[in-house]
């Protein structure tokens, strides 16, 4: 979340930051191993990712 905070900080305006923050975060949140064929993730990137995040 801190990246994302970052990213968002460097990159948006104030009044767009929050909502870009809670529509990255609900779709990291709602990735699945169906969903990963979607993003083009290998299993072993997605299983590193779930075991961080």
Known sequence: ????R???NA?????DRARFVEVVE???LS???GS???YRLRLSE???WQTVW
């Open 46 to 48: 997605f299983d590193a």
């Open 26 to 28: 609900t779709q990291l």
């Open 36 to 38: 990963i064929a979607r």
């Open 6 to 8: 970052h990213c968002a």
């Open 11 to 15: 990159k948006l305006s104030a009044q």
């Open 31 to 33: 990735l699945h191993l």
């Open 1 to 4: 979340m801190a990246f994302i």
